[in-house]
């Protein structure tokens, strides 16, 4: 009783002292809660805005033709999207372009009324600038203008010819989605949410793990702390359980910063989910517990980390291969479909992520479930361990 | 402001039959300590070498030696902090090898280099520390306020400890280390890096653990340190105490009246008997 009582007693104090420290309240719950979503909304409707704009925006096109396509050209010139300038040569077509007065130029070549007419095709070339993003855009607009016109002129042969309108469709092909625009919103959380719980779960505890071990011994607060009765383990537990609840709020923030603009309805978000925004909350719930083991997986390693290292300084140069283990399997998790292998349910963090993506899916895989619940306590409890032996060497801990 | 200390007079005093009665004339009781440790660069190190000594009740111990003496390790076994190599150290009954927790509930440890928790407020710091100690409910409240009047924290007990002066934090600190009555207490180096005015508040708060009855180990390289507090002094030169007794013996055993040359005579007849 006594030593479980000591543990929360060192739990109160690191936990205290960690919602005091401004650097976590920035990056834990400030950052994911207000910065994230201001952020994403903002590059979300400049995006769009942008998208809009280019696809509305008139633009200019150069014709190098001279009187050899006229079909063409009038059919151009009635576009109201289009804006259409002529130049008597290719070279003239392609300095326009380098000065940017038109995004792209069609030269048409000189029999090509000629083919047209015969029913064949008509040869045409586009210029564009590669390095040069309005006039990429021009070449796009350029080739969806010319498959217009392509319809336009076949619909008048097909026409001319007397021959039915199904003549130039060999097949027709209809698609019926039988899911749901919630669960099409499902997936595409399902892709988002666990990688960003992952990350969020892992590096929210940074911060607090780094403070709790090198930032004791590089303070000189660590032998204050070992002198009391408190033993190693009940100080390791007291100060991953600060760690791990640290972890769990950051991870609790960035699912609210994502899910709360969400489930208001932003019109911003709403593009990336379908027509309807619904999520289950029965699968939020899910991954939350799903996140337990994981984050005290990924604390017990800061933990080891923050151990081991002399100062702050030292341990910031140890995360890098504590980002690689998490960083790696968090990607590859949004990479890899749901159905995945039954091996990747025994690789950490990996099998957190794609257990979480499937929760989202829909899909039912219990051995997959156990499995990845098992292995990642166990590996939790591995690390737990690590960080407890590392307590108990004085080599360690007196390093400075 | 006042004597800080006076406060002590009010605290229960320690009672030599809290130990077992084998030990009721030694509070702390080192045989043989030895420490050896290995570095990258020097290979076996022997930090500290058969070091025996014993402390009687109510008695300053001083620890005298240079930096790197071994004085830092011998102090960091007593508290259990270091496990020894070899030898074995009692302290207030308990050994420090078998009943490391019971030590440390035991002992109040003062050091130079230790530090306070910034982001906690003074009374914040000595509650914690009064926690782990298991004091808890009313007994911890009173300890508290009690310490909080009479070091005269009252002013600043809800400042952050990383806002407070260094008088300040001293105060604080010694609030800590003996939120829990502790019987012994154990001071490595406590004046280094302080100004003469904070340095007298820790000599005078020694001075005040003795006349309590509480037994002190005392470390530190400041001869008249040594000479104003220590009812005993082992001399401690490359990890081995080369000479031992009471200041007066000391000066006796070697001709020389000044603490500085006893200290010098010391170490050179040891460095000669050693080449």
Redesign the interface.
Known sequence: MFKHSLSLVVFKKEFLESIRDKRVILGVIISPLLVTPLLMGTILFFAGKKEIEKRQAIIDIGIVENGSFSELTNWLEERESTKTSHFPTKEEASQAIQDRTIRAAIVVSKDAQTQYQANGSAALEILFNASNENSINGLSRAQRLIRQFDEFALEKRIRAESLPESFASPTEIETTNLATSKSTGSLVLGMILPYLIVISAAFGGIQTAFDLCAGEKERGTMETLLVSPASREELVRGKLLTILLISLIASLCAITGILAPLAFGLELFKDLVGDQISFDLLSILWMLLLVIPLALFTSSLLLVISSFARNQKEAQTYILPFISVVLLPAILSSVLGAESNIYTAFIPVLNISLTMKQIFGNLSEPLYFAISLSTSLLYAYLAMRLATALFQREQILFRT | MGDPLFFLESRPQYRLSQGPSHLLQSVIAAENLTKT?RDKKRGLVRAVTDVSFHCQPGEIFGLLGANGAGKTTTL?ML?????PTKGSATIAGYDIGSHP??V??S?G?L?G????????TAK?MIR??G????ITGSTLQQHTNELIEQLEIGEFQDGRCDKLSTGQKQRVSIA?SIVHSPPVMIFDEPTSGLDVMTSQTIMAFIEQCRSDGLTVVFSTHIMSEVERLCDHVAIVHHGKIAAEGTVPELRSQTGESAMENVFLKVVNELEAENV
């Open positions: 440790f960091r508290a259990t902090l270091l496990e927790q019971d440390r509930r002992i440890f050091s280099s230790t530090a306070l928790y910034g982001r906690l914040e914690y520390f926690q782990l100690n298991g800590r």
